[in-house]
């Protein structure tokens, strides 16, 4: 069994590794450009509030991103503090807030989004787009299939 399993490509780690040196590489190029220092997970969310046309709350974020509460209100806090975002009553309910992005917010994201269109374009160099094109439909095969698998397993999640 051992044997059967060293002997295999592990697409899963491959993945994982890919995926963390692009962050990196994002992270970088928005360090070299931005004295503040914002993660991309960060950046993601910011990039995705900046967009929306209706309200957004912390909880649709939750939905959107799948991340645990605390995680989330770990970056929610992390994005008020260095004034990307703010959160504002809506209809006099002191409860319940929008998370909008300010002009700051805006600035930051026009960075992040500059560094990894520069990151997608290097990493993509010498690469004919018809094999970018199928790299793109594979993974989102496999990420579907990954989405599947087991499905009918609950699994708990760590707050």
Same mark, same amino acid.
């Given at each position: 069994?051992?044997?059967?399993?060293?002997?295999?490509?592990?697409?899963?780690?491959?993945?994982?590794?890919?995926?963390?040196?692009?962050?990196?590489?994002?992270?970088?190029? $928005?360090?070299? $450009? &931005?004295?503040? !220092?914002?993660?991309?997970? !960060?950046?993601? $969310?910011?990039?995705? %509030?900046?967009?929306?046309?209706?309200?957004?709350?912390?909880?649709?974020?939750?939905?959107?991103?799948?991340? @645990?509460? &605390?995680? %989330?209100?770990?970056?929610?806090?992390?994005?008020?503090?260095?004034?990307?975002?703010?959160?504002? @009553? +809506?209809?006099?309910? *002191?409860?319940?807030?929008?998370?909008? +992005?300010?002009?700051? *917010?805006?600035?930051? !994201?026009?960075?992040?989004?500059? #560094?990894?269109?520069?990151?997608?374009?290097?990493?993509? #160099?010498?690469? @004919?787009?018809? #094999?970018?094109?199928?790299? $793109?439909?594979?993974?989102?095969?496999?990420?579907? !299939?990954? #989405?599947?698998?087991? &499905?009918? +397993?609950?699994?708990?999640?760590?707050?």
């Amino acid at each position: 069994m051992l044997a059967d399993f060293d002997s295999r490509r592990h697409l899963g780690f491959l993945f994982d590794c890919t995926a963390r040196d692009i962050k990196k590489a994002v992270g970088r190029g $928005v360090t070299e $450009v &931005s004295a503040d !220092n914002c993660n991309v997970k !960060n950046g993601w $969310v910011l990039g995705f %509030l900046e967009r929306q046309t209706e309200p957004v709350f912390q909880k649709d974020l939750e939905k959107i991103f799948h991340f @645990p509460k &605390s995680t %989330l209100a770990d970056m929610i806090q992390t994005l008020e503090k260095s004034g990307y975002i703010a959160k504002v @009553p +809506v209809d006099g309910d *002191g409860r319940k807030k929008q998370i909008i +992005v300010t002009e700051e *917010g805006k600035k930051f !994201n026009s960075i992040a989004e500059t #560094q990894i269109l520069a990151v997608d374009d290097y990493i993509t #160099q010498g690469i @004919p787009e018809e #094999q970018i094109e199928l790299v $793109v439909e594979v993974l989102e095969k496999m990420r579907k !299939n990954a #989405q599947d698998y087991k &499905s009918y +397993v609950e699994v708990k999640k760590e707050d």
